[in-house]
Structures are given as structure tokens and as C-alpha cells.
């Protein structure tokens, strides 16, 4: 709050086309009690996140004799306003504040293109945005029932397979060859992340069904801490990235895989961000020659100490060396190598075991 704008006060509209309309909303905000569709922010910052479902209107729909559909957003806010130099600041301290409380109105006006080509849609997806409309449904439903917002969001992505696989055509209906079923999105890249998200969000503490290693108040923590933030940083909280150096000078490569199989003695090194924390992990074979932990003027830790500083939420910051730390820090990170109820597997089946039942649910729905 001390080092970037905050909005007070704030209160949020958003209006659509006739052919549209808001089906529900999600975010850290609560409704105006006599205005539809506006909704009161207490605090913002520049990360706060606010989703919206939009639904059409009975008998509508988008055609290429319409208009483009139009979103307006109004965003009223208060927030504190500095003049000057922040240097000035000592020098006058006796003076006037330069300070100032402002209250603002923005308002911005959306106009958006449609498709009739599904391919098209596919290729515009974004799937970070797509994550977390899903979290936020999750997490209304498992205020009810984890076990059945669980199953709900296995059946989503078995359900979005089946139309993306019967979009392209990869199984005709007389085709009864499972495996020609389409898990991986092989003809849309903007697609082929999308499994592994919703995979790591099942295995995520959120939506774990009692384990007596997950604390009640850590799941009600994760719960307000997803459903604030913005796109990139909740994907990064759910499916961390992981980065491997051949030395603390190089990096090697941003992995795709959250599994011990991307550990070779090439890359003895690795850094892993999952938003809340960052692990550097250095293998039980690394070379006693590399200083451990790693020096200040490396790549490395300059990475970490930028990460830290750009970050809304400071990460905590852990050093685990493999031939003497305990590594389960780390390891519980390694999403591919659990099984859906989070129990540690051998090897990287747990990913894969989960997108081959997911293919035999696809078949089970019928294409």
C-alpha cells in the first residue's frame, strides 16, 4: 500500500448490450443493495481482479448482421494523490501537505468482434483467463461441497475435450479407437495449457477432501487469496513455474513439466515460483564447487531479488539443498508426480494417469 496506488470507496458498473446480460459475478466486492449490477470495493489495487459470466438473452444471439456487442465499465474510486517531488518531502516538512484526497469517475466503453468459427475462438482463448473464471465457480461451489466441485470440474474438462475433439474432427461417431481422442490439444496451442491448470488446481490444498496435513484456516486463506488475484499471478499461485541453471549464471530452460523427471546432471540447479514462494533448489549431485546458497552477484539471485520486488505479495524465500535439507518443501510442488487426492506417486504418472482417465470420460460422454 506504501508503494503503489490504492482505490478507497470504490464503486464498480458494468452495463451491456441488449443481446447480453450478466449472470453472475465473482470478486472480493458485495452488491449495492436498491442497483443491479453494482457492486462496492471497501480497497483496490492495480491486481485486483473481478470476473463476470455473461449469459444471452432469451432468443438471441451474435449474428453478422448485428452489432458488435458493447461492455461499458464505470469505476468510481477515491485515492490519495501526491504532488511534487517525493525529494521535497524532507526539506519542507513544516510546509502544507503535499498530499491530496481525490475522488475520480472512469468510465470506458468495449466493443468487441465476434466469430461464427469455432476454430477462431480456440485460437483467442486465453487460457490464464479461462483458469480463473473456473477457480472462482470452484470456490462457490465448494463452500457447499468440495466433493462435488471437485467432480464438477473433472466433468468441465472432459465435456470442453469432447467439443474441441468434435470441433476438429479427430474422432468420427463410429470410431471407438479411445485413443484417437484428443487430450493434449495438438492442433491449438493456445489450448495445450489448460489440462495441466486444471489437473494442478485438483491437487492444489484448496480442493483436497480430508487431509489431516491441510489445515482448515490454510484452505480459508487460499480461497480469499485465489479469488483476488489477477489472471497471471493466480496461475502462477496454482502451477508454479520452474526454471533449471546449468550454473548460477545460466539458465537453462523454463520447464513445462512439474516432475522430477526434468532433473538431469546438466542442470543442477532449479528455481521454482509459486507465487507465495520461491525455492531454489540445488540437486544431491550438484558440484560441492557451486557456493550454496548462491551468492548476491549471480543471475540467479538477482532473478529471485526481482521476483520479490515486483511481486503485490513478498514470497517467502527458501534455500534447499537436496544431499542435506529436507526437500519436501519442494517436492510437494511436483504436481505431475501426485495422484488427484495428492498422495506422492513414483514418476511423472500421475499427470498422464489423469489425462487418460479423463480421455476415457471424454469417450464415455460420447463426441
Given at each position: 500500500?506504501?508503494?503503489?496506488?490504492?482505490?478507497?470507496?470504490?464503486?464498480?458498473?458494468?452495463?451491456?448490450?441488449?443481446?447480453?446480460?450478466?449472470?453472475?459475478?465473482?470478486?472480493?466486492?458485495?452488491?449495492?443493495?436498491?442497483?443491479?449490477?453494482?457492486?462496492?470495493?471497501?480497497?483496490?489495487?492495480?491486481?485486483?481482479?473481478?470476473t463476470y459470466d455473461f449469459e444471452?438473452?432469451?432468443?438471441?444471439?451474435f449474428s453478422r448482421k448485428s452489432r458488435p456487442p458493447i461492455l461499458q465499465i464505470a469505476f468510481k474510486y477515491t485515492m490519495i494523490v501526491h504532488h511534487g517531488d517525493a525529494s521535497d518531502d524532507a526539506s519542507n516538512s513544516g510546509s502544507r501537505s503535499k498530499f491530496s484526497v481525490q475522488r475520480r469517475l472512469r468510465v470506458r466503453?468495449?466493443?468487441?468482434?465476434?466469430?461464427?468459427?469455432?476454430?477462431?475462438?480456440?485460437d483467442f482463448v486465453d487460457?490464464?483467463?479461462?483458469?480463473?473464471?473456473?477457480?472462482?465457480?470452484?470456490i462457490l461451489a465448494s463452500l457447499s461441497d468440495v466433493v462435488e466441485a471437485r467432480l464438477w470440474l473433472h466433468d468441465w474438462l472432459?465435456?470442453?475435450?469432447?467439443?474441441?475433439?468434435?470441433?476438429?474432427?479427430?474422432?468420427?461417431?463410429?470410431?471407438?479407437?479411445?485413443?484417437?481422442?484428443d487430450v493434449d490439444f495438438s492442433n491449438c496451442s493456445q489450448l495445450q495449457p489448460l489440462a495441466r491448470l486444471v489437473f494442478a488446481f485438483l491437487v492444489s490444498p484448496l480442493?483436497?477432501?480430508?487431509?489431516?496435513?491441510?489445515?482448515?484456516?490454510?484452505?480459508?486463506?487460499?480461497?480469499?487469496?485465489?479469488?483476488?488475484?489477477?489472471?497471471?499471478?493466480?496461475?502462477?499461485?496454482?502451477?508454479?513455474?520452474?526454471?533449471s541453471y546449468s550454473s548460477l549464471d545460466t539458465e537453462a530452460e523454463v520447464h513445462q513439466s512439474l516432475s522430477r523427471s526434468v532433473f538431469t546432471s546438466e542442470r543442477p540447479i532449479f528455481l521454482l515460483d509459486a507465487y507465495t514462494d520461491l525455492l531454489v533448489y540445488y540437486l544431491p549431485t550438484a558440484s560441492p564447487s557451486i557456493p550454496f546458497p548462491p551468492p548476491r552477484d549471480c543471475l540467479l539471485r538477482s532473478t529471485v531479488d526481482r521476483l520479490k520486488q515486483e511481486r503485490a505479495l513478498t514470497p517467502r524465500l527458501a534455500f534447499i539443498h537436496?544431499?542435506?535439507?529436507?526437500?519436501?518443501?519442494?517436492?510437494?510442488?511436483?504436481i505431475e508426480d501426485r495422484g488427484l487426492d495428492g498422495t506422492q506417486l513414483d514418476?511423472?504418472?500421475?499427470?498422464?494417469?489423469?489425462?487418460?482417465?479423463?480421455?476415457?470420460?471424454?469417450?464415455?460422454?460420447?463426441i
Open positions: 500500500m506504501l508503494k503503489r496506488p490504492y482505490a478507497f470507496g470504490c464503486v464498480l458498473r458494468l452495463r451491456t448490450s441488449p443481446e447480453i446480460k450478466i449472470a453472475d459475478s465473482y470478486g472480493h466486492f458485495f452488491p449495492d443493495p436498491q442497483y443491479m449490477h453494482v457492486q462496492h470495493i471497501n480497497c483496490c489495487d492495480l491486481f485486483a481482479s473481478y444471452f438473452e432469451k432468443d438471441s444471439q466503453t468495449i466493443q468487441y468482434n465476434t466469430t461464427a468459427n469455432i476454430w477462431d475462438l480456440y487460457p490464464d483467463v479461462v483458469l480463473t473464471i473456473l477457480v472462482h465457480q470452484v472432459a465435456i470442453f475435450i469432447a467439443q474441441y475433439n468434435k470441433a476438429y474432427k479427430n474422432v468420427r461417431p463410429a470410431d471407438s479407437v479411445v485413443s484417437h481422442i480442493l483436497q477432501v480430508q487431509d489431516e496435513h491441510i489445515h482448515p484456516d490454510y484452505q480459508t486463506y487460499l480461497q480469499c487469496l485465489f479469488s483476488a488475484l489477477e489472471p497471471a499471478s493466480l496461475r502462477q499461485a496454482i502451477c508454479p513455474t520452474l526454471s537436496g544431499a542435506r535439507d529436507d526437500t519436501t518443501t519442494f517436492e510437494k510442488y511436483l514418476g511423472s504418472t500421475g499427470f498422464r494417469s489423469f489425462l487418460e482417465e479423463v480421455r476415457s470420460r471424454v469417450a464415455e460422454f460420447g
